[in-house]
């Protein structure tokens, strides 16, 4: 029992390890058991949905071996199921019903009643010669001018009743202009024999307005039943099946025919297939745990709230393909979801997303196969790349425009290759041409709402993207306005760390955006007490800290600043990762100027309540940010004349002292990264030290103003 007790410690040791991302130390987010429960439900739910075909699936299949030898029962017609499907697709094109279209009618009416006031201004018109919607003869000119405008007003209603007449006959716009002008002539009888110019005029007039349009429009409903009215006149084909005849041999593949023989005998039974059903479900289930392990381990401090959107998005598109069939558009259901989990988790977070999703899709893909599954996971590959990359909403907007447009080139580049192979594919994949724009446009609607909906999920699921952190470091927020103007001292420290911090940052591939804004608001919870803090108190001013004379009451202060920052920050609705710089970069350090006065009035007062109250720093982010705080002071107090290797030795004696006090434990970094992060800090305090070249000041002369 012992042994097997520390075998299972061992393997419980090495998942853990393997569950964090850079080191054995580094800590994961604790989820509580309610929201472990909450995800578990979800892990269900996504493989019921995914699984849930299984439950009502055919236990035969056109194409399968028969599991047994069938003979038909009795004496029967069968109706042919694929001969229909071809009957419907070669009848299709012939049974187009079209109807008057009122919209387009409208606008053809209003067209013509602008080529009429055109008319009217020419006849109006001094100049002898002007251009006017149609082209005139002389007697047609002659004839526009000696009109009274009662005969104007006639011969305009006249011109208007043949226009409704021809509308609803309806109108086709690949008629010529010719047979379009005689046809207008015709309806223009009452205006005069042949070649009398008003009817000329109205005929040219209505070959102008009507030229090249139609008023007509495809019915879809009208078309379906005249479709089904010619299949039931020309007769349903149908299977004539005899008493005691063969329909399927044991171990042969069952044709479609014999399928339908079958099916009409009620030997098909569509009952759960329990076998398959379990095996689906196991593995859309083991899919979500696959998931949620592969993003914890790139993202150790992974929210519970984070995971819930993974698996809600992944349940959506389960639900899609169960919805929509094999007519469900993988671009549609696998872009948008990958680039929102790469802009808010990671690109690590996305592909994995994009991994599982993938990988569950039950059932094949109309249109050109297979190809475009991997074209759609492709172009999700390319949208987390880049998402991780993106720093503006601008340049997200610029991607959903771009990835559409790619998709759709490398789709109709794979359409033309199957065309290519035959007459047959011509003629099966021609129409899905304006399917795969269709499909694009589509993708490209969705990625725009996803869009719209990130900093929507940035509040209500804890997301931190690019776009908000370059947002959120921005110096004319209200927070770092008021920390600016009313803890300049503080404000001017907070600008010499972040630029330790982003130093250190670079040096080791750590998050720099990150650290940047995480550090520009480390220390906003001075703003309860500014004047408590050494650097910004100004002049002569006595120090609080030596009215107080109370060193337990003077590090209840400095702990204040850490419990008043997340305050604020909690006000302010700063993401955690970003919160959590205000008290990890103090972590459980020492207060020992308080310490070191408190001991002197009593030496038996205990260390621990001099100590701010934590937690250390559980990211690199935050450990540089420890480690740029405590050095920012002493490298600005080294004289000018330093070296580079006394300004070393200084600052690894600062790093050195919190890594005895255990201050980075529980930050991952290591060593070699502590090196990196020293000399990187040295460099920075290199280019402050930079030194000028002395102006000469001229001498003021006599007689000028200083």
Same mark, same amino acid.
């Given at each position: 029992m012992p042994s097997a007790v520390i075998?299972?410690?061992?393997?419980?040791?090495?998942?853990?390890?393997?569950?964090?991302?850079?080191?054995?130390?580094?800590?994961?987010?604790?989820?509580?058991?309610?929201?472990?429960? !909450?995800?578990?439900?979800?892990?269900?739910?996504?493989?019921?949905?995914?699984?849930?075909?299984?439950?009502?699936?055919?236990?035969?299949?056109? !194409?399968?071996?028969?599991?047994?030898d069938a003979v038909a029962p009795k004496d029967a017609l069968v109706v042919d199921r694929e001969a229909l499907e071809q009957r419907r697709s070669s009848l299709g094109p012939s049974t187009y019903v079209q109807v008057i279209d009122r919209q387009e009618s409208q606008r053809l009416r209003e067209r013509l009643e602008r080529q009429l006031e055109e008319l009217q201004r020419v006849a109006l018109s001094d100049a002898a010669e002007r251009v006017g919607p149609v082209n005139l003869s002389p007697e047609e000119q002659l004839w526009l001018t000696t009109q009274t405008p009662q005969t104007t007003q006639l011969w305009?209603?006249?011109?208007?009743?043949?226009?409704?007449?021809?509308?609803?006959?309806?109108?086709?716009?690949?008629?010529?202009?010719?047979?379009?002008?005689?046809?207008?002539?015709?309806?223009?009888?009452?205006?005069?024999?042949?070649?009398?110019?008003?009817?000329?005029?109205?005929?040219?007039?209505?070959? +102008?307005?009507?030229?090249?349009?139609?008023?007509?429009?495809?019915?879809?409903?009208l078309s379906q039943r005249k479709l089904e009215a010619l299949i039931t006149k020309q007769g349903k084909p149908e299977i004539k099946v005899t008493k005691g005849s063969l329909i399927t041999r044991k171990?042969?593949?069952?044709?479609?025919?014999?399928?339908?023989?079958?099916?009409?005998? !009620?030997?098909?039974?569509?009952?759960?297939?329990?076998?398959?059903?379990?095996?689906?479900?196991?593995?859309?289930?083991?899919?979500?745990?696959?998931?949620?392990?592969?993003?914890?381990?790139?993202?150790?401090?992974?929210? +519970?709230?984070?995971?819930?959107?993974?698996?809600?998005?992944?349940?959506?598109?389960?639900?899609?393909?169960?919805?929509?069939? +094999?007519?469900?558009?993988?671009? +549609?259901v696998l872009v948008p979801p990958t680039l929102l989990l790469a802009q808010g988790l990671g690109t690590s977070c996305g592909l994995a997303w994009l991994a599982i999703a993938s990988l569950l899709w039950p059932m094949p893909v109309n249109g050109l196969g297979e190809g475009r599954l991997m074209i759609a996971a492709a172009i999700a590959v390319v949208a987390a790349l880049q998402a991780g990359r993106l720093r503006s909403r601008a340049q997200l907007l610029q991607l959903t425009v771009l990835l559409p447009l790619a998709a759709l080139f490398v789709?109709?580049?794979?359409?033309?290759?199957?065309?290519?192979?035959?007459?047959?594919?011509?003629?099966?994949?021609?129409?899905?041409?304006?399917?795969?724009?269709?499909?694009?446009?589509?993708?490209?609607?969705?990625?725009?709402?996803?869009?719209?909906?990130?900093?929507?999920?940035?509040?209500?699921?804890?997301?931190?993207?690019?776009?908000?952190?370059?947002?959120?470091?921005?110096?004319?927020?209200?927070?770092?306005?008021?920390?600016?103007?009313?803890?300049?001292?503080?404000?001017?420290?907070?600008?010499?760390?972040?630029?330790?911090?982003?130093?250190?940052?670079?040096?080791?591939?750590?998050?720099?955006?990150?650290?940047?804004?995480?550090?520009?608001?480390?220390?906003?919870?001075?703003?309860h007490a500014p004047e408590w803090f050494i650097e910004n108190q100004v002049g002569d001013i006595e120090n609080p800290h030596d009215r107080l004379n109370d060193p337990l009451a003077s590090a209840g202060v400095l702990q204040a600043h850490v419990d008043e920052g997340l305050k604020l920050a909690r006000r302010h609705r700063l993401p955690r990762p970003v919160a959590d710089f205000i008290p990890e970069h103090q972590g459980t350090l020492k207060m020992g100027y308080f310490l070191h006065k408190a001991r002197e009035q009593d030496a038996s007062i205990p260390e621990a309540r001099f100590r701010y109250?934590?937690?250390?720093?559980?990211?690199?982010?935050?450990?540089?940010?420890?480690?740029?705080d405590g050095c920012e002071a002493a490298l600005r107090s080294l004289p000018p004349d330093t070296s580079d290797a006394q300004a070393k030795l200084t600052v690894r004696r600062i790093v050195e002292a919190r890594q005895r006090d255990g201050q980075l434990r529980l930050s991952s970094l290591s060593r070699s990264e502590v090196e990196l992060v020293i000399r990187a800090f040295v460099r920075v305090w290199r280019r402050m030290r930079h030194r000028r070249i002395p102006y000469p000041i001229p001498a003021y002369k006599k007689g000028f103003p200083a």
């Open positions: 075998r299972f410690q061992r393997l419980r040791r090495l998942w853990h390890s393997w569950l964090r991302n850079e080191s054995p130390r580094r800590p994961i987010l604790r989820w509580r058991r309610i929201q472990q429960a !909450g995800l578990l439900m979800m892990c269900l739910l996504v493989a019921l949905v995914s699984s849930w075909p299984s439950l009502g699936e055919p236990n035969l299949r056109p !194409g399968v071996p028969a599991p047994f305009r209603e006249a011109v208007r009743d043949a226009a409704s007449r021809m509308l609803s006959q309806g109108l086709v716009n690949s008629l010529a202009v010719d047979q379009l002008r005689q046809a207008a002539a015709l309806q223009l009888e009452d205006l005069g024999a042949k070649g009398d110019p008003a009817r000329s005029i109205g005929s040219k007039l209505l070959a +102008a307005s009507f030229q090249g349009s139609s008023n007509l429009r495809t019915d879809p409903v171990g042969e593949p069952i044709s479609p025919q014999a399928y339908d023989v079958l099916d009409y005998f !009620g030997e098909v039974k569509r009952t759960p297939r329990w076998g398959q059903w379990a095996m689906r479900f196991t593995e859309a289930l083991a899919g979500c745990a696959v998931l949620l392990l592969l993003m914890r381990r790139e993202r150790p401090q992974l929210e +519970a709230s984070h995971s819930f959107l993974s698996l809600g998005l992944l349940l959506l598109v389960q639900y899609s393909k169960l919805h929509f069939g +094999a007519a469900v558009s993988p671009l +549609a789709e109709m580049l794979l359409l033309r290759s199957q065309i290519n192979t035959g007459a047959s594919a011509w003629t099966r994949l021609a129409p899905d041409a304006g399917e795969l724009a269709s499909e694009a446009l589509l993708m490209g609607i969705l990625l725009m709402v996803a869009i719209l909906l990130i900093p929507i999920l940035e509040g209500s699921f804890g997301l931190l993207t690019r776009a908000r952190l370059m947002e959120l470091a921005d110096q004319e927020r209200p927070l770092l306005r008021r920390l600016s103007s009313e803890a300049p001292g503080t404000f001017e420290h907070t600008l010499m760390i972040c630029g330790l911090a982003e130093e250190g940052a670079r040096a080791i591939g750590a998050d720099i955006d990150l650290i940047r804004t995480g550090s520009l608001y480390h220390d906003v919870g001075k703003l109250k934590g937690p250390r720093p559980r990211s690199r982010e935050t450990a540089i940010l420890m480690l740029a």
